[in-house]
Protein backbone atom coordinates (compact mmCIF):
# COMPACT_ATOMS: atom_id res chain seq x y z
CA UNK A 1 0.00 0.00 0.00
CA UNK A 2 2.80 2.22 0.92
CA UNK A 3 4.51 1.11 -1.89
CA UNK A 4 2.38 2.68 -4.52
CA UNK A 5 1.79 5.57 -2.52
CA UNK A 6 5.27 6.44 -3.47
CA UNK A 7 4.81 5.22 -7.22
CA UNK A 8 1.68 7.69 -6.99
CA UNK A 9 3.68 10.77 -6.04
CA UNK A 10 6.74 9.90 -8.26
CA UNK A 11 4.66 9.67 -11.36
CA UNK A 12 2.70 13.38 -9.51
CA UNK A 13 6.07 15.01 -9.69
CA UNK A 14 7.14 13.92 -13.04
CA UNK A 15 4.12 15.35 -14.43
CA UNK A 16 4.28 18.56 -12.77
CA UNK A 17 7.48 19.00 -13.61
CA UNK A 18 6.93 18.52 -17.35
CA UNK A 19 3.93 20.60 -16.94
CA UNK A 20 6.21 23.45 -15.76
CA UNK A 21 8.33 23.15 -18.34
CA UNK A 22 5.99 22.88 -21.16
CA UNK A 23 4.42 25.88 -19.70
CA UNK A 24 7.87 27.29 -19.60
CA UNK A 25 8.98 26.63 -23.27
CA UNK A 26 5.50 28.03 -23.97
CA UNK A 27 6.02 31.65 -22.50
CA UNK A 28 9.54 31.80 -24.05
CA UNK A 29 8.25 30.89 -27.56
CA UNK A 30 5.70 33.21 -27.21
CA UNK A 31 7.84 36.28 -26.11
CA UNK A 32 10.10 34.79 -28.67
CA UNK A 33 7.15 35.72 -31.48
CA UNK A 34 6.67 38.99 -30.12
CA UNK A 35 9.76 40.12 -30.15
CA UNK A 36 11.51 39.12 -33.33
CA UNK A 37 8.78 38.88 -35.72
CA UNK A 38 9.72 36.22 -38.56
CA UNK A 39 9.86 38.54 -41.47
CA UNK A 40 7.87 35.42 -43.62
CA UNK A 41 4.61 36.65 -42.45
CA UNK A 42 1.95 34.79 -44.48
CA UNK A 43 0.16 36.86 -46.87
CA UNK A 44 -3.15 37.83 -45.81
CA UNK A 45 -6.11 39.29 -47.89
CA UNK A 46 -6.12 43.07 -47.53
CA UNK A 47 -9.39 43.20 -44.94
CA UNK A 48 -7.36 40.91 -42.98
CA UNK A 49 -3.41 43.01 -42.86
CA UNK A 50 -3.08 44.62 -39.47
CA UNK A 51 -2.59 48.14 -40.13
CA UNK A 52 0.91 49.47 -40.46
CA UNK A 53 0.87 53.21 -39.33
CA UNK A 54 1.46 53.98 -35.45
CA UNK A 55 -0.47 56.97 -33.79
CA UNK A 56 2.91 59.31 -33.72
CA UNK A 57 2.76 58.47 -38.13
CA UNK A 58 -1.04 59.76 -38.25
CA UNK A 59 0.32 63.02 -36.12
CA UNK A 60 3.47 63.78 -38.41
CA UNK A 61 1.31 62.92 -41.60
CA UNK A 62 -1.27 65.23 -40.17
CA UNK A 63 1.42 67.87 -39.61
CA UNK A 64 2.65 67.26 -42.84
CA UNK A 65 -0.74 68.63 -44.32
CA UNK A 66 -1.57 71.31 -42.27
CA UNK A 67 2.57 72.61 -43.40
CA UNK A 68 2.12 72.15 -46.88
CA UNK A 69 -1.48 74.04 -46.59
CA UNK A 70 0.29 76.79 -44.07
CA UNK A 71 2.63 77.01 -47.06
CA UNK A 72 0.88 77.25 -50.35
CA UNK A 73 -1.38 79.84 -47.70
CA UNK A 74 1.81 81.95 -47.28
CA UNK A 75 3.06 81.59 -51.08
CA UNK A 76 -0.83 83.09 -51.85
CA UNK A 77 -0.57 85.76 -48.97
CA UNK A 78 2.40 88.53 -50.44
CA UNK A 79 1.77 90.57 -47.31
CA UNK A 80 2.89 87.71 -44.90
CA UNK A 81 6.27 87.72 -43.21
CA UNK A 82 8.73 87.20 -45.08
CA UNK A 83 11.28 84.04 -45.03
CA UNK A 84 15.23 84.40 -45.49
CA UNK A 85 15.48 81.44 -47.97
CA UNK A 86 12.23 79.73 -48.78
CA UNK A 87 12.98 75.49 -48.43
CA UNK A 88 13.61 73.69 -51.45
CA UNK A 89 11.49 70.43 -51.49
CA UNK A 90 13.65 67.66 -53.20
CA UNK A 91 11.54 67.09 -56.22
CA UNK A 92 12.90 71.44 -56.77
CA UNK A 93 16.49 70.44 -55.80
CA UNK A 94 16.25 67.30 -57.88
CA UNK A 95 14.86 69.33 -60.82
CA UNK A 96 17.49 72.41 -60.14
CA UNK A 97 20.25 69.88 -60.45
CA UNK A 98 19.55 68.23 -63.23
CA UNK A 99 18.01 71.83 -64.90
CA UNK A 100 21.77 73.03 -64.10
CA UNK A 101 23.99 70.65 -66.02
CA UNK A 102 21.44 71.03 -69.17
CA UNK A 103 22.93 73.06 -72.25
CA UNK A 104 18.88 75.54 -71.10
CA UNK A 105 21.81 77.41 -68.87
CA UNK A 106 24.85 76.93 -70.31
CA UNK A 107 25.69 80.30 -71.13
CA UNK A 108 27.58 81.17 -74.46
CA UNK A 109 31.80 81.23 -75.10
CA UNK A 110 32.61 84.72 -74.61
CA UNK A 111 35.73 84.04 -76.84
CA UNK A 112 37.48 85.33 -74.04
CA UNK A 113 36.22 89.04 -74.02
CA UNK A 114 37.11 90.93 -71.44
CA UNK A 115 36.42 94.66 -69.84
CA UNK A 116 39.03 96.95 -71.08
CA UNK A 117 38.14 100.42 -69.91
CA UNK A 118 41.39 101.97 -68.66
CA UNK A 119 42.33 105.02 -70.76
CA UNK A 120 45.17 105.29 -72.96
CA UNK A 121 48.52 106.54 -71.96
CA UNK A 122 47.79 109.82 -73.27
CA UNK A 123 44.53 110.67 -71.18
CA UNK A 124 44.99 113.17 -68.69
CA UNK A 125 43.18 114.43 -65.40
CA UNK A 126 40.45 116.95 -65.65
CA UNK A 127 42.14 120.83 -67.12
CA UNK A 128 40.67 123.92 -65.98
CA UNK A 129 37.06 123.82 -65.55
CA UNK A 130 35.46 126.66 -68.62
CA UNK A 131 31.99 126.43 -66.67
CA UNK A 132 29.02 124.33 -65.15
CA UNK A 133 26.84 121.52 -66.87
CA UNK A 134 23.34 121.14 -65.49
CA UNK A 135 21.66 117.99 -66.82
CA UNK A 136 18.16 117.31 -66.46
CA UNK A 137 17.25 113.93 -67.19
CA UNK A 138 14.62 112.37 -68.92
CA UNK A 139 12.55 108.75 -68.82
CA UNK A 140 12.43 105.91 -66.84
CA UNK A 141 15.36 104.51 -65.04
CA UNK A 142 17.16 103.28 -67.73
CA UNK A 143 16.78 105.89 -70.31
CA UNK A 144 18.13 108.14 -67.22
CA UNK A 145 20.82 106.05 -66.80
CA UNK A 146 22.27 105.95 -70.31
CA UNK A 147 22.02 110.10 -70.38
CA UNK A 148 23.67 110.65 -67.49
CA UNK A 149 27.01 108.48 -68.62
CA UNK A 150 26.39 110.10 -71.72
CA UNK A 151 26.85 113.70 -70.53
CA UNK A 152 29.44 112.41 -67.77
CA UNK A 153 31.36 112.19 -71.75
CA UNK A 154 30.27 115.39 -72.80
CA UNK A 155 31.37 117.61 -69.94
CA UNK A 156 34.66 115.71 -70.42
CA UNK A 157 34.08 116.55 -74.17
CA UNK A 158 33.46 120.67 -73.31
CA UNK A 159 35.51 120.61 -70.34
CA UNK A 160 33.04 121.24 -68.09
CA UNK A 161 32.56 120.71 -64.07
CA UNK A 162 28.95 118.44 -64.31
CA UNK A 163 26.95 119.00 -61.87
CA UNK A 164 25.01 115.62 -60.20
CA UNK A 165 22.10 115.27 -62.61
CA UNK A 166 18.73 115.87 -61.91
CA UNK A 167 16.55 113.08 -62.11
CA UNK A 168 12.66 112.82 -64.02
CA UNK A 169 10.06 113.62 -61.83
CA UNK A 170 7.97 114.36 -64.40
CA UNK A 171 7.50 111.16 -66.50
CA UNK A 172 4.76 109.04 -66.47
CA UNK A 173 5.40 107.40 -63.22
CA UNK A 174 5.60 110.39 -61.21
CA UNK A 175 8.81 109.37 -59.22
CA UNK A 176 10.09 111.75 -56.62
CA UNK A 177 13.39 110.30 -56.27
CA UNK A 178 16.92 112.20 -56.13
CA UNK A 179 19.88 111.39 -57.68
CA UNK A 180 21.07 110.14 -54.05
CA UNK A 181 18.00 107.66 -52.75
CA UNK A 182 18.70 106.03 -56.45
CA UNK A 183 22.40 105.88 -57.08
CA UNK A 184 25.71 106.14 -54.79
CA UNK A 185 26.11 109.55 -54.75
CA UNK A 186 29.35 109.38 -53.34
CA UNK A 187 30.76 106.89 -55.71
CA UNK A 188 29.71 108.10 -58.46
CA UNK A 189 31.63 111.73 -57.80
CA UNK A 190 35.01 109.48 -56.19
CA UNK A 191 34.76 106.93 -59.26
CA UNK A 192 35.08 109.73 -62.23
CA UNK A 193 37.37 112.27 -59.83
CA UNK A 194 39.96 111.38 -62.71
CA UNK A 195 37.80 111.93 -65.59
CA UNK A 196 35.54 114.95 -64.92
CA UNK A 197 35.43 117.33 -61.67
CA UNK A 198 31.68 116.31 -60.42
CA UNK A 199 30.22 118.83 -57.70
CA UNK A 200 26.54 118.01 -55.85
CA UNK A 201 25.17 121.23 -56.92
CA UNK A 202 25.51 124.41 -58.00
CA UNK A 203 27.71 126.93 -56.29
CA UNK A 204 25.89 130.07 -54.56
CA UNK A 205 27.52 132.19 -56.51
CA UNK A 206 26.50 131.09 -59.62
CA UNK A 207 23.11 131.95 -58.76
CA UNK A 208 23.12 134.97 -60.72
CA UNK A 209 25.83 134.23 -63.73
CA UNK A 210 24.67 134.17 -66.86
CA UNK A 211 22.58 131.00 -68.05
CA UNK A 212 21.42 128.98 -70.99
CA UNK A 213 18.98 126.35 -71.49
CA UNK A 214 20.00 124.21 -74.39
CA UNK A 215 18.50 120.91 -75.86
CA UNK A 216 21.67 119.21 -77.46
CA UNK A 217 21.27 117.57 -80.80
CA UNK A 218 20.54 114.16 -80.96
CA UNK A 219 23.29 111.37 -81.41
CA UNK A 220 26.26 114.60 -82.24
CA UNK A 221 29.77 113.96 -82.14
CA UNK A 222 32.83 115.51 -81.56
CA UNK A 223 32.50 118.43 -83.81
CA UNK A 224 29.38 119.26 -82.44
CA UNK A 225 30.19 119.19 -78.86
CA UNK A 226 33.96 120.70 -79.18
CA UNK A 227 32.32 123.61 -81.74
CA UNK A 228 28.41 124.58 -80.74
CA UNK A 229 28.39 123.48 -77.67
CA UNK A 230 32.10 124.82 -76.33
CA UNK A 231 31.98 128.19 -77.59
CA UNK A 232 29.00 129.08 -75.69
CA UNK A 233 31.48 129.70 -72.50
CA UNK A 234 31.90 132.52 -73.94
CA UNK A 235 28.88 133.97 -73.05
CA UNK A 236 27.55 131.46 -70.26
CA UNK A 237 29.11 130.37 -67.51
CA UNK A 238 26.05 127.60 -66.98
CA UNK A 239 24.78 125.70 -69.37
CA UNK A 240 21.30 123.44 -68.60
CA UNK A 241 20.61 120.32 -71.03
CA UNK A 242 17.49 119.88 -71.35
CA UNK A 243 17.31 116.21 -72.05
CA UNK A 244 19.84 113.58 -71.69
CA UNK A 245 19.14 110.47 -73.57
CA UNK A 246 20.41 109.77 -77.13
CA UNK A 247 22.87 112.88 -77.03
CA UNK A 248 25.66 111.31 -77.96
CA UNK A 249 26.72 109.24 -81.47
CA UNK A 250 27.40 105.69 -80.42
CA UNK A 251 30.51 105.57 -83.13
CA UNK A 252 32.88 107.06 -84.42
CA UNK A 253 33.90 109.00 -81.22
CA UNK A 254 37.98 108.54 -79.51
CA UNK A 255 38.31 105.63 -77.81
CA UNK A 256 38.86 107.32 -74.69
CA UNK A 257 35.72 109.23 -75.32
CA UNK A 258 33.82 105.51 -75.57
CA UNK A 259 35.88 103.55 -72.37
CA UNK A 260 34.32 106.43 -70.34
CA UNK A 261 31.10 105.93 -71.50
CA UNK A 262 31.96 102.42 -69.98
CA UNK A 263 33.54 103.29 -67.00
CA UNK A 264 30.73 105.78 -65.94
CA UNK A 265 27.95 103.18 -66.67
CA UNK A 266 29.20 99.90 -65.18
CA UNK A 267 31.91 100.62 -62.56
CA UNK A 268 30.60 104.19 -61.16
CA UNK A 269 26.69 104.73 -61.52
CA UNK A 270 26.61 102.27 -58.81
CA UNK A 271 22.86 102.23 -57.14
CA UNK A 272 22.18 103.78 -53.36
CA UNK A 273 23.72 101.21 -51.13
CA UNK A 274 20.12 100.48 -49.76
CA UNK A 275 18.87 99.58 -53.15
CA UNK A 276 21.94 97.44 -53.51
CA UNK A 277 21.25 95.41 -50.27
CA UNK A 278 17.89 94.54 -51.03
CA UNK A 279 18.84 93.30 -54.49
CA UNK A 280 21.15 91.07 -53.52
CA UNK A 281 18.83 89.54 -50.92
CA UNK A 282 16.24 89.10 -53.57
CA UNK A 283 18.61 87.29 -55.81
CA UNK A 284 19.50 84.94 -52.80
CA UNK A 285 15.77 84.10 -52.33
CA UNK A 286 15.20 83.56 -56.11
CA UNK A 287 18.38 81.13 -56.18
CA UNK A 288 17.08 79.15 -52.90
CA UNK A 289 14.56 77.86 -55.53
CA UNK A 290 17.88 76.34 -57.89
CA UNK A 291 18.97 78.77 -61.45
CA UNK A 292 16.75 80.92 -62.54
CA UNK A 293 15.18 82.98 -65.72
CA UNK A 294 14.51 86.63 -64.91
CA UNK A 295 11.34 87.45 -67.55
CA UNK A 296 11.29 91.50 -68.26
CA UNK A 297 7.92 90.95 -69.28
CA UNK A 298 7.19 94.59 -70.74
CA UNK A 299 3.49 94.08 -70.33
CA UNK A 300 2.40 97.40 -68.37
CA UNK A 301 -0.27 99.78 -69.21
CA UNK A 302 2.39 102.52 -70.28
CA UNK A 303 4.33 100.14 -72.71
CA UNK A 304 0.79 99.37 -74.32
CA UNK A 305 -0.82 102.73 -74.40
CA UNK A 306 2.13 104.24 -75.95
CA UNK A 307 3.27 100.91 -78.83
CA UNK A 308 -0.87 101.04 -79.03
CA UNK A 309 -0.10 96.98 -78.91
CA UNK A 310 -3.73 95.27 -78.28
CA UNK A 311 -3.87 92.09 -79.42
CA UNK A 312 -5.76 90.01 -76.85
CA UNK A 313 -7.34 92.97 -75.01
CA UNK A 314 -10.78 93.67 -74.72
CA UNK A 315 -12.36 96.68 -76.72
CA UNK A 316 -13.05 98.36 -73.45
CA UNK A 317 -8.81 98.09 -72.25
CA UNK A 318 -7.78 99.10 -76.49
CA UNK A 319 -9.90 102.18 -75.72
CA UNK A 320 -8.52 103.15 -72.09
CA UNK A 321 -5.29 102.82 -73.77
CA UNK A 322 -6.37 104.76 -76.72
CA UNK A 323 -7.13 107.47 -74.42
CA UNK A 324 -3.39 107.71 -72.40
CA UNK A 325 -1.99 108.17 -75.39
CA UNK A 326 -3.78 110.98 -76.59
CA UNK A 327 -3.77 112.42 -73.70
CA UNK A 328 -0.28 112.27 -73.10
CA UNK A 329 1.68 115.96 -74.75
CA UNK A 330 5.18 114.43 -75.36
CA UNK A 331 3.91 110.71 -76.96
CA UNK A 332 3.99 112.37 -80.94
CA UNK A 333 2.24 109.26 -82.71
CA UNK A 334 -1.45 109.19 -81.52
CA UNK A 335 -2.93 106.49 -84.53
CA UNK A 336 -1.81 103.31 -84.75
CA UNK A 337 -2.59 100.22 -86.49
CA UNK A 338 -2.18 97.39 -83.53
CA UNK A 339 -2.37 94.93 -86.08
CA UNK A 340 0.38 96.40 -88.16
CA UNK A 341 2.34 96.48 -85.32
CA UNK A 342 2.47 93.20 -84.26
CA UNK A 343 2.92 91.90 -87.63
CA UNK A 344 6.39 93.47 -87.83
CA UNK A 345 7.11 92.28 -84.23
CA UNK A 346 7.00 96.00 -83.11
CA UNK A 347 4.55 94.61 -79.66
CA UNK A 348 6.23 92.65 -76.75
CA UNK A 349 4.83 89.13 -76.68
CA UNK A 350 1.95 88.59 -74.19
CA UNK A 351 2.14 86.39 -71.12
CA UNK A 352 0.68 83.22 -73.25
CA UNK A 353 3.07 83.91 -75.80
CA UNK A 354 5.93 83.88 -73.04
CA UNK A 355 4.78 80.51 -72.34
CA UNK A 356 4.66 78.83 -75.54
CA UNK A 357 8.05 80.05 -75.88
CA UNK A 358 9.57 79.11 -72.97
CA UNK A 359 8.26 75.40 -73.60
CA UNK A 360 9.22 75.55 -77.12
CA UNK A 361 12.48 76.13 -75.80
CA UNK A 362 12.37 73.11 -73.58
CA UNK A 363 12.33 74.54 -70.08
CA UNK A 364 10.38 72.18 -67.92
CA UNK A 365 7.59 73.05 -65.97
CA UNK A 366 9.69 73.70 -62.69
CA UNK A 367 11.77 76.39 -64.02
CA UNK A 368 11.97 79.24 -61.47
CA UNK A 369 11.02 82.63 -63.31
CA UNK A 370 11.61 86.15 -61.73
CA UNK A 371 9.09 88.74 -63.16
CA UNK A 372 10.76 91.62 -63.56
CA UNK A 373 8.57 94.39 -64.09
CA UNK A 374 5.75 96.45 -62.63
CA UNK A 375 2.48 96.10 -62.67
CA UNK A 376 0.97 93.57 -65.56
CA UNK A 377 -1.81 94.93 -67.62
CA UNK A 378 -4.83 92.98 -67.07
CA UNK A 379 -3.52 91.35 -63.65
CA UNK A 380 -4.11 87.34 -63.02
CA UNK A 381 -6.17 87.07 -65.26
CA UNK A 382 -3.88 87.87 -67.90
CA UNK A 383 -0.83 85.81 -66.35
CA UNK A 384 -2.55 82.65 -65.71
CA UNK A 385 -1.27 80.76 -69.03
CA UNK A 386 2.25 81.42 -67.63
CA UNK A 387 1.49 80.98 -64.46
CA UNK A 388 -0.42 77.26 -65.40
CA UNK A 389 3.23 76.20 -67.10
CA UNK A 390 5.36 77.46 -64.66
CA UNK A 391 3.93 77.84 -61.52
CA UNK A 392 7.52 78.78 -59.58
CA UNK A 393 6.70 82.46 -60.79
CA UNK A 394 8.33 85.28 -58.83
CA UNK A 395 8.59 88.53 -58.43
CA UNK A 396 9.55 91.26 -55.67
CA UNK A 397 6.55 91.54 -54.18
CA UNK A 398 6.63 87.72 -53.80
CA UNK A 399 10.07 87.11 -52.40
CA UNK A 400 9.96 90.16 -49.85
CA UNK A 401 7.48 91.30 -47.64
CA UNK A 402 5.52 94.47 -47.65
CA UNK A 403 7.53 95.39 -44.62
CA UNK A 404 10.65 95.27 -46.23
CA UNK A 405 9.62 96.74 -49.82
CA UNK A 406 8.03 99.61 -48.33
CA UNK A 407 11.02 102.63 -48.46
CA UNK A 408 10.78 101.44 -52.31
CA UNK A 409 7.12 101.41 -52.87
CA UNK A 410 5.88 104.48 -54.91
CA UNK A 411 9.45 105.03 -56.08
CA UNK A 412 9.45 103.64 -59.78
CA UNK A 413 12.82 104.46 -60.48
CA UNK A 414 14.18 102.28 -57.22
CA UNK A 415 11.63 99.32 -57.92
CA UNK A 416 13.19 98.94 -61.60
CA UNK A 417 16.76 99.19 -60.18
CA UNK A 418 15.52 95.79 -57.70
CA UNK A 419 14.62 94.27 -60.84
CA UNK A 420 17.58 95.18 -62.48
CA UNK A 421 19.91 93.81 -60.27
CA UNK A 422 17.40 90.49 -60.28
CA UNK A 423 17.76 90.49 -63.69
CA UNK A 424 21.50 91.34 -64.24
CA UNK A 425 22.16 88.14 -61.87
CA UNK A 426 20.48 85.38 -63.32
CA UNK A 427 21.02 82.51 -65.32
CA UNK A 428 19.04 83.27 -68.39
CA UNK A 429 17.73 86.89 -68.84
CA UNK A 430 14.79 86.99 -71.57
CA UNK A 431 13.07 90.12 -72.40
CA UNK A 432 9.51 90.45 -74.04
CA UNK A 433 10.71 93.35 -75.65
CA UNK A 434 13.72 95.37 -76.68
CA UNK A 435 13.09 98.89 -74.19
CA UNK A 436 15.37 100.56 -72.69
CA UNK A 437 15.31 98.27 -69.35
CA UNK A 438 15.95 95.20 -71.73
CA UNK A 439 18.66 97.04 -73.89
CA UNK A 440 20.83 98.05 -70.56
CA UNK A 441 20.53 94.59 -68.72
CA UNK A 442 21.89 93.25 -72.26
CA UNK A 443 24.45 95.55 -72.20
CA UNK A 444 25.66 95.15 -69.23
CA UNK A 445 25.65 91.17 -69.13
CA UNK A 446 27.71 91.80 -72.83
CA UNK A 447 29.97 93.37 -70.55
CA UNK A 448 30.17 90.94 -67.39
CA UNK A 449 31.20 87.91 -69.83
CA UNK A 450 28.57 86.97 -72.27
CA UNK A 451 25.69 86.16 -69.31
CA UNK A 452 23.23 84.33 -71.22
CA UNK A 453 20.58 86.49 -72.53
CA UNK A 454 17.86 85.42 -75.08
CA UNK A 455 16.34 87.79 -77.21
CA UNK A 456 12.90 86.73 -78.68
CA UNK A 457 12.72 87.34 -82.06
CA UNK A 458 8.76 88.61 -81.97
CA UNK A 459 8.51 88.87 -85.62
CA UNK A 460 8.70 85.61 -86.77
CA UNK A 461 6.89 84.32 -83.05
CA UNK A 462 4.09 86.08 -84.19
CA UNK A 463 3.92 84.41 -87.32
CA UNK A 464 4.44 80.95 -86.15
CA UNK A 465 1.42 81.79 -82.80
CA UNK A 466 -0.44 83.10 -85.44
CA UNK A 467 -0.36 79.74 -87.60
CA UNK A 468 -1.40 78.03 -84.26
CA UNK A 469 -4.10 80.35 -83.76
CA UNK A 470 -5.32 79.75 -87.03
CA UNK A 471 -5.21 75.35 -86.45
CA UNK A 472 -2.45 75.40 -89.00
CA UNK A 473 0.27 74.21 -86.67
CA UNK A 474 0.20 72.66 -83.38
CA UNK A 475 2.64 72.93 -80.59
CA UNK A 476 4.96 70.29 -80.04
CA UNK A 477 8.41 68.76 -81.46
CA UNK A 478 7.37 70.71 -85.01
CA UNK A 479 7.35 73.81 -83.35
CA UNK A 480 9.98 73.44 -80.46
CA UNK A 481 12.32 72.77 -83.71
CA UNK A 482 11.44 75.57 -85.74
CA UNK A 483 11.70 78.30 -82.77
CA UNK A 484 15.02 76.58 -81.20
CA UNK A 485 16.58 77.03 -84.37
CA UNK A 486 15.33 80.99 -85.02
CA UNK A 487 17.16 81.59 -81.81
CA UNK A 488 20.27 79.77 -82.11
CA UNK A 489 22.38 82.90 -82.26
CA UNK A 490 20.35 85.03 -80.47
CA UNK A 491 21.95 84.04 -77.10
CA UNK A 492 24.24 86.77 -76.42
CA UNK A 493 27.35 85.45 -77.62
CA UNK A 494 30.19 88.06 -78.42
CA UNK A 495 29.68 90.05 -81.58
CA UNK A 496 30.48 93.82 -82.35
CA UNK A 497 27.81 96.66 -82.25
CA UNK A 498 25.30 96.85 -85.41
CA UNK A 499 25.67 100.11 -87.53
CA UNK A 500 23.12 101.74 -89.06
CA UNK A 501 20.69 99.60 -91.66
CA UNK A 502 22.09 100.27 -95.33
CA UNK A 503 19.88 102.48 -97.24
CA UNK A 504 18.99 105.14 -94.39
CA UNK A 505 19.76 108.94 -93.96
CA UNK A 506 19.54 111.82 -91.75
CA UNK A 507 17.97 110.81 -88.26
CA UNK A 508 17.14 107.51 -89.44
CA UNK A 509 20.22 106.26 -89.79
CA UNK A 510 21.34 107.51 -86.39
CA UNK A 511 18.39 105.56 -84.87
CA UNK A 512 18.64 102.52 -86.69
CA UNK A 513 22.25 102.10 -85.61
CA UNK A 514 22.20 99.66 -82.03
CA UNK A 515 22.74 101.80 -79.35
CA UNK A 516 26.62 102.00 -77.25
CA UNK A 517 24.73 100.69 -74.05
CA UNK A 518 23.26 97.55 -76.05
CA UNK A 519 26.52 95.96 -76.72
CA UNK A 520 29.80 97.52 -75.51
CA UNK A 521 32.10 95.63 -78.01
CA UNK A 522 34.58 96.83 -79.63
CA UNK A 523 34.89 100.20 -77.61
CA UNK A 524 34.92 98.55 -73.94
CA UNK A 525 35.85 94.27 -74.39
CA UNK A 526 39.19 92.78 -75.35
CA UNK A 527 40.47 89.67 -76.13
CA UNK A 528 42.33 88.12 -73.60
CA UNK A 529 45.27 87.60 -76.67
CA UNK A 530 45.02 90.60 -78.59
CA UNK A 531 48.35 92.98 -78.00
CA UNK A 532 47.70 96.19 -76.46
CA UNK A 533 44.29 95.07 -75.14
CA UNK A 534 44.78 97.30 -72.05
CA UNK A 535 42.26 94.81 -70.14
CA UNK A 536 41.27 95.60 -67.06
CA UNK A 537 39.47 92.74 -65.72
CA UNK A 538 36.68 93.97 -63.02
CA UNK A 539 34.90 91.69 -60.90
CA UNK A 540 31.31 92.01 -58.95
Not at 245 to 270: M, V
Not at 462 to 486: M, N, P, Q
Request: charged share 25%.
Amino acid sequence: MQKCRWRAVVVLRKFLTFAICAITMMALLSVHVQVFPSSRAPDLPDPYKLPTTTTQQLDVNKYSILSTEQEQSWRRDRTHSHLSKPPLSSRKLDGARRNSDSKLWKPPSNRDYLPCVEPGPNYTSPGESEGYLLVHTNGGLNQMRAGICDMVAVARIINATLVVPELDKRSFWQDTSNFSDVFDEDHFINALASDVKIIKRLPKEMANASKIIKHFRSWSGMDYYQGEIASMWKTYRVIRAAKSDSRLANNNLPPNIQKLRCRACYEALRFAPRIEEMGKMLVERMRSYGPYIALHLRYEKDMLAFSGCTYGLSSAEADELKKIREETAYWKVKEIDSREQRSKGYCPLIPKEVAMFLTALGYPSNTPIYIAAGEIYGGDSRMADLQSRYPILKSKEKLASVEELEPFINHASQMAALDYIVSIESDVFIPSYSGNMARAVEGHRRFLGHRKTISPDRKQLVHLFDKIDRGKLKEGESLSTKIIEIHKRRQGSPRRRKGPISGTKGMERFRSEEAFYVNPLPDCLCQRHSPNSNISLMIK
